[in-house]
C-alpha cells in the first residue's frame, strides 16, 4: 500500500503557525531517533490523530536512523481490546506497521516510546495506569479522568514513574493561543492591559451524528455528558489565561432525566487580581475586590458560535469560531472615544487540510472531527518536549489539568449531577 | 427660535422597523389630542430623549387640534429640581414651551398627561410617588428603582392609581426585538425549534467619560454601579425571551474597594421548561431536568461586543451589536450536518440619525448616547397604549420589571454588594 501525501513538511514552514512544526534537536546530539508512538483505542478520535500527524510529517520507517535535524513523529503500533481484527483493518488504513488486539500486548512492545491513549472515557485510569507501569509515556485524550480523585491518581503515578505525562488538550497547541499567551498578553506591546473578562463557549448538536441514548455521550456508565465532552475545551481556555485557582465557582446546568448524564451548564468563575495593587495609580481607577472574570457555557443541545473573547482594559482580543481548534484570531486595540478602535486579524492556516491523505486504493481519508489537521501541533509539542528530557509540556502542565478537573467536579456538584467514578462503573 | 428636520414622519413608512412609529387612532375617535409630555431633569438621557422624540415626529403645537389620524407626542414642559434656569435652557435648546424650577410644579402643570422621569437614580420611588400622586402616567428611566421592595411600592402606587406606568426599557422597543419576539421565536416558521441557551452582554468602558471616583457611576449615596446602570439590558432580553422566574440564579462579581458599588458581574440562571414535557418525543431526544440557560455578564471596566444570542434547538439568532439598541438581526437556521446553516440577517436603521436636528442658531445637536434616536420607538408605544386606555405596554410589562429587580437584588447580594435603599441614602 502507499501513500500520497500533499503538502510536505517543508512547505509548512511559510504558515505562520509552522514554527511550532519544527522538531528540534536534542542538544546537540546528532543522532536522534524519531519518537516512536502506540495508539491505544482505533476509534474517530485516534483515526483523526493518526491521519493528522501522517498528514503533517509522513509515514516513516521507524527503524531507519532519523537526520540530525528533526524528531519528527512515527507512528508503529496500535491497539484495540475489543478486537484484533479491527486493530489490523485500522493499522492498514493508516500504514501502521504493527496491531493488537489487546492494550497490554502494545504496551509489551518494547519499540513504543510514548503511547496516545484514544479509548473510551470508562477506562482513563485504568487505561493511564497501565501505560504508566509498562515505562511509557503518556498523552491521555481529555477528558484526562472521570473526576479529580482519579486525575489526582494518573499524575502522581506519572511524577513517581518519571515519565513525560500530559492531557491531549490539542487547543492549547493551536498557534492562535500560542500567539495569544505569548505575544499578545505577554508584554502589553498591542497596549490591552490587564484581562477582565472572558467568554468562551463550545455546543454542538447531537441530533447530526449520535443517537439517544445509544449514544456513549449519553451513557452514564460510559463517563458521557457535557462535563466530559465539551466543557474541558472552556475550562482550559479559562485556566490558561487566568490561573488555576478560582477564587468562586457559580454554575447552573441541565441534567437528563432519563440517562443521568450533564446535557449543558453555564459557568461563572471569579478570579485573583492579576496585577499586584500597588502597581496600578489607585486613586484614578476602581479597585475591585477581586479579579477578572469568566463566563463559560457548553452543552449539547444546540450549536454555537464558539467564539472565545478576552476582555481587557483597552481592548478585546477575539479567538474566532470554531475557538476549539482556531484559524484566526482579531485583536481589537481600544482607541480614545466610545467604539473607537483599531482592529487587526491574523489568521494561522491549519498545516494540512481535511482529507489530504490518500489511501493506497485512491480513496481519501476524512476527519471525523472539524480541523483535526491541528492534532500535528499537539504531537510536534510532544516530540520536543520528551526529546528535551521535559515530563510535562509547558503549553499543558498537569497542574492546569488538575485544577480543570476540580472545577468539573464542583460543577457537577452544583448543578446536581453524580459524578461517575471509574471504580464503581 | 426656527428648527429644521431632515425626516418627515411619512419618510419612515418605508423602512421595516416604521410600523412602531405609527401611533393609531383611539376606537374611532377622529378628534384624539396629542400626548402632552412633561420632562423631570435635564440631564443627558431627558437630552437624548427629546432630540429623538422631535426628530422622529417633529416640534409641534400641543394646544392645536391633531388631525383624526394619529396622535403622536409632542413635549410640553420639562423642568429641573437643581435650577430653573438649566431647566429654561434645556427648554430653549429642544423647543419646549414651558420650563420650571422644580418637579412640583411641573406635575401641577395641568396640560402634562404623561411624564418621562429621566433624573438621577437616588430618588426614583421619591419621584415616581410624586408623578403617581399628580394624577400623571408615568415612564421612569431604568432602573426602576434602587431596589425590589421600592419597585413594588411604585407599581403598587401606580396600580391603586390607575395610572399608566412603565420603566423606560427602550430595547424592548427596538423592531429588531419585536421582530424576534413576534416573529421568529412565536410560531416556529423559521424552524428554530425552541430555545436552549441565550447570552447577552454589556460592558462599557468608563475611562472615555467618567471619572473615578467622582461621577454618580460610582457614587455610592447616587445609586451607582453596574447592577444600576447595565445589568437591566441583559436582565430584560432574558426576561423577556425565557420568564420571569429562574430556578436558579448564580452569579460572580466584583465590587469596589473604594466606592463600595459593583463594577463588573457574571450571572447564570436556569429557568423553567418552555415546552411542557408532553409535546416532545421523550424516546428520542433528552428531557432535561431544568429549562434553557442565560449567560449574562456586564460591567464598567471594559468595551464588549454588547451582543445578545438565542441559541435554538435547530439554529441560532444573533442580535448584532450594539445589542441594547440594535440595528440588525442575523438568523441562522441549522441545516442537515454539523455546521451546515442558511443565514439571513436583517436591518431595521434608525428612524432618524444622530444629529439630524438643528438648532436655530444653525448648530447641530448631537446625541450623547449610541442610537438614542430609537428612543422614539419607545415615546410612540407609549402614545399608542395610553391612547388605547391601557395602563401597561405588553412590549414592557410591569411583572417583568419587578422580575428584573428581583433577580438584580439576589446577584448584588451574591457578589457581596450592599444594596442601595432610598429611604437611607
Redesign the interface.
Known sequence: MSSSFSTSPESLASSPGSTLLRVPTDNGSNKIRSLRWGILGCGRVSHDFCLAVHSAFGIRDASAPADDKTAPPVIVACASASSASSASSFASRHSIPRSYGSYSALLADPDVDVVYVGTVHRTRLRDATAVISAGKHLVLEKPFALNYEDAVAIVAKAREAGVFCMEGMWTRFFPVLRHVAENVLSDGEEGLGGI??I?S?F???T???EK??DSPL?SFKLAGGAAMYVAPYPLHVATMLLGRTPL?I??????????GVD????????YPALVPDENKK?D????????P?????Y???????ETT?I????G?I?INGPSHCPTSVTVER?L????E?ETKTTNFPLPVQCGAVAEGDGETMEYFY?NSAGFAYEAAAVCRHIAAGKLEAPECPLDDTLAVMKILDEVRK?I?MDIPKEAEI
Open positions: 477582565v473578562q467568554t463557549d455546543h454542538f448538536n441530533e447530526d451524528s439517544y441514548p449519553y468562586a457559580s454554575a447552573v446546568g441541565r441534567v437528563d432525566t432519563g440517562t446535557l449543558q451548564a453555564s459557568v461563572s468563575l471569579a489607585n484614578e481607577r476602581p479597585r475591585p475586590n477581586v479579579g472574570l469568566a463566563s463559560l457555557h452543552g449539547f443541545l444546540t450549536e454555537s458560535g473573547s476582555l481587557c482594559e483597552r478585546r477575539t481600544k480614545p472615544g466610545r467604539g478602535k472539524p452544583q446536581g
